[in-house]
């Protein structure tokens, strides 16, 4: 299969080198999956989230599925995963 191309801030990726993340109101990341699992955020939805009514949920809540690069993923969305990010200070 060839190589499919994303465009991203201006230059083409590889989707092989890109995540699709699942992330909250606050843009803290649930989840994430390889670029090259889906082609669109809505199946990249369906990979990340099993359950249609979960899915759901989190369209109304306001969730979005994002194709990030393996860059801005490193910066945007590993802090997440590591409990370090700024998304989840407790709320003053
Ligand atoms: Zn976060």
Redesign the pocket.
Known sequence: MADLLVQSGGQLVPLKDCFWVL?DT????FGSTIGTSAVDEETAHRELTDRKRDRDRQTRQGWMVQLLTGEQWKQE?M??FLGR????KPAA
């Open positions: 992330t606050n843009g803290c990341a969305a802090p997440c990010c700024e998304h989840r």
